[in-house]
């Protein structure tokens, strides 16, 4: 046994005596049984090694004899006749009861190759008894130490092989939910699929989960807590046959620390302290949470970069913890480095994008505090530009800061020049446009700064268009765009056959992927030459009446949704107002086109999207001849009534033709509903649309066509996919009973 030192006393390691025994019978199988003669060789060969054995090495004993000779042991009639030798019985057997008991007295003979002598006369000195301690207290401490009844523990069971259990009462462990949800998200036990875990995985990846606990109750503030890990393979009355491995872990948190004395380094000498202080909201007292930590100073980071702090510095916060007081002392090393203003717009290609044009598209003036997220606005606005390949943008000071008065920094525009120009092209089918192959050439900076051209045309079975567009991006401020553009078309729809000559010109506020507006508008003018007339049936060409039109017109847009392209909620309001004039088989007409779009998105729960759209749209002030087909109102296809042709609703003349009309009314629902299907990117959308067009300048709602259908989404990085297939509800004759559209993005 061991002693208090952790010693152990091992008795004497001498060899023990062996007293010889007789050999005991045993019973050979027929396979084994060997002739007389052959026994007889083995015999004479197993004593002849014997006795070369015993000639070489000195035999040792208590009483050691004088040897037999060769001779003795071997007779010459054994080696005569060796079988008969063999079958003779061994005389003398020695037995049992004849061993001699060992002398102890008798002196140990040397063994061969050991020089040590044996040692002699050794004191083992007495060990002195210990006076017991008497200043501990057992019954003390146990009665004082807080009651745990592992039996009355609340359970978590994570799964069939996991469970967790709070035994401790008081104080109560309020972060448990939140405790739970990031272990279960961490655990390496929960990796393990349902039927493949066994008592050896468990056990390995048990150690882990157990030290995962731990950390996870220090990051909320319990560094004295406890995990008291079980491994099992069965609850108690559990079916042997059901039997299956399962973990167990007693979760103690113990006493819950705060934090003690907060050192936020040099924070108290700049001229904003109170307010960065405010901003960094951890106070001595409040509960110790490692989040806590990183979250507050990631908000003294941003608070610093958005008052002027160009060149703060945060270390990483040091915690000590001490034991004794329950506490911990938070050191978080914060260098202000003083406060400063905006200044100059530098570029590093001047004749490509100078720093005059940069300056013009920053949300910011010289003077302006300088705050970092207007610095990184500058950069996104830089790159959606896309006249850059690689874009930095870095402050650097230019003036420090003298006394109260703040430093001036510039801000360095470093950037490299995209390729700017661009060839792409189509090739489609379409139901309602037949073949149709577009290509255009743009160079996207042929007219310094952001100045665009851009030619376009298209070749088509119903359409063919020849364009030339000039684009001025960021003209007279961000994102404000002026659009000239002129084409020669012609196009053959369902309701007109139309060419047209036209020139147009636009100045807008616009809303883009990158930076979406709550409000966006434009205006422009346009003037045009049209000459159409009703599309040709069975050979009869109707006669071609010409336009000249002049208009202008203004938009806005209030949009409070939360994409462009896939909308969860929030709303959009758009509003179209054109004041126009006709002239047409010399009259003059003058109308007012009017338009009010208005959608409306709705999440419900985690993968629902309800949205619901409704349009009103009229033209007053002149007859329906007055207006060029091509400027009168039409309903039908995947953007107004699906289950319908495209301008196939409305009224019709004496070929069944729609000829147009002078008010419209729309309304669409669908419901945007998720699946689990590619990870959650196919939605499966039901809608059902209406809508109705009127000769008259107020809409006709008995005459509504109802379409319903169905669709699917594929979500991708740039908006969905969009597939729907809607059949019309009450359908005219000539109406085709399905109709299926393809786009990019939602119908609304």
């Not at 008592?199 to 004295?224: C, H, I, M, P």
């Not at 729309?666 to 809508?691: H, K, M, N, Q, Y």
Request: hydrophobic letters at 40%; proline letters at 7%.
């Amino acid at each position: 046994m061991p002693n208090r030192n952790g010693l152990s006393r091992q008795p004497p390691r001498h060899a023990p005596a062996v007293a010889k025994k007789p050999c005991q019978p045993r019973t050979a199988l027929r396979a084994s049984i060997k002739s007389p003669s052959e026994v007889a060789r083995r015999a004479l060969g197993t004593c002849l090694a014997v006795a070369a054995i015993a000639a070489s090495h000195p035999v040792l004993a208590q009483d050691i004899g004088s040897a037999p000779s060769l001779d003795e042991l071997i007779p010459d009639s054994a080696v005569e006749n060796p079988d008969e030798w063999a079958q003779q019985g061994a005389d003398g057997a020695a037995s049992e009861g004849e061993v001699a008991e060992p002398d102890t007295d008798s002196p140990i003979s040397d063994i061969p190759g050991i020089p040590v002598a044996w040692p002699e006369d050794i004191e083992i000195p007495a060990l002195e008894p210990l006076e017991p301690e008497g200043d501990i207290r057992f019954a003390d401490l146990l009665e004082d130490a807080p009651r745990i009844a592992f039996d009355e523990a609340d359970l978590e069971e994570i799964s069939n092989t996991l469970v967790l259990g709070f035994p401790q009462k008081e104080p109560p462990f309020t972060q448990r939910g939140d405790f739970v949800d990031r272990f279960e998200a961490l655990s390496t036990i929960e990796e393990l699929d349902d039927g493949d875990e066994n008592v050896a995985q468990l056990a390995a990846r048990a150690s882990e989960d157990e030290e995962l606990l731990r950390t996870l109750l220090r990051v909320y503030g319990y560094y004295d807590g406890e995990v008291i890990r079980t491994i099992g393979t069965r609850d108690a009355g559990e079916d042997a046959a059901e039997q299956r491995p399962r973990v167990r872990f007693d979760v103690i948190p113990g006493p819950r620390y705060t934090y003690g004395a907060i050192n936020l380094g040099e924070l108290a000498a700049a001229p904003d302290a109170e307010e960065l202080r405010a901003a960094f909201g951890i106070q001595s007292g409040d509960y110790l949470q490692s989040d806590t930590i990183v979250d507050e100073r990631f908000d003294l980071d941003r608070a610093l970069g958005e008052t002027g702090y160009a060149f703060a510095e945060i270390d990483e916060p040091e915690l000590l913890i001490d034991h004794q007081r329950v506490e911990g002392d938070l050191t978080l090393p914060v260098r202000p480095n003083g406060k400063y203003v905006f200044g100059d717009v530098v570029s590093s290609d001047e004749a490509f994008l100078s720093g005059r044009h940069l300056a013009s598209i920053a949300r910011f003036e010289p003077g302006d505090t300088y705050q970092r997220s207007l610095e990184f606005d500058l950069r996104r606005a830089i790159t959606a530009t896309g006249l850059v390949s690689t874009v930095a943008v870095e402050a650097r000071e230019v003036a420090p800061p003298q006394g109260d008065e703040p430093g001036v920094v510039a801000m360095d525009v470093t950037l490299e020049r995209a390729k700017l120009r661009t060839i792409s092209g189509a090739i489609g089918y379409g139901s309602e446009e037949g073949i149709r192959v577009q290509a255009a050439w743009e160079h996207r900076n042929l007219f310094p700064p952001e100045g665009a051209l851009r030619l376009r045309g298209i070749l088509g079975t119903r359409e063919q268009l020849a364009g030339v567009t000039f684009r001025k991006n960021n003209f007279g401020g961000r994102d404000k765009v002026l659009t000239v553009d002129a084409y020669a078309s012609s196009i053959d729809t369902t309701a007109y056959d139309a060419r047209t000559v036209a020139l147009t010109g636009t100045y807008e506020r616009t809303s883009t992927l990158l930076f979406q507006k709550p409000l966006a508008w434009g205006v422009g003018a346009e003037i045009l030459a049209t000459d159409e007339r009703n599309r040709i049936v069975d050979g009869v060409a109707r006669p071609r009446q010409t336009y000249f039109v002049g208009s202008v017109f203004g938009r806005a847009t209030i949009d409070t949704s939360d994409s462009l392209l896939d909308p969860t909620r929030g709303f959009r309001v758009t509003g179209f107002l054109a004041p126009e004039t006709s002239r047409t088989q010399g009259e003059q007409y003058y109308y007012l086109r009017n338009r009010v779009d208005a959608a409306y998105y709705q999440s419900v729960g985690e993968r629902t999207v309800l949205a619901a759209r409704l349009a009103f749209a009229g033209i007053q002030g002149a007859d329906l001849i007055g207006i060029a087909p091509s400027r009168r109102l039409y309903a039908g296809g995947g953007g107004s009534v699906r289950g319908y042709g495209y301008q196939a609703i409305g009224p019709k003349n004496e070929f069944m033709e729609p000829i147009g009309g002078r008010s419209l009314v729309e309304a669409s629902f669908e419901a945007r509903i998720g699946t689990g299907f590619f990870d959650g990117a196919v939605s499966v959308v039901p809608f059902f649309d209406l809508g109705s067009v009127s000769t008259s300048t107020t809409p006709d709602f008995g005459e509504i066509k109802m379409g319903a259908g169905v669709g699917l989404r594929y979500a991708t990085g740039f908006g969905p996919i969009r597939v729907d297939v809607g059949v019309p509800l009450n359908p005219e004759p000539e109406d085709s009973p399905v109709a299926v559209y393809v786009s990019l993005g939602q119908a609304f």
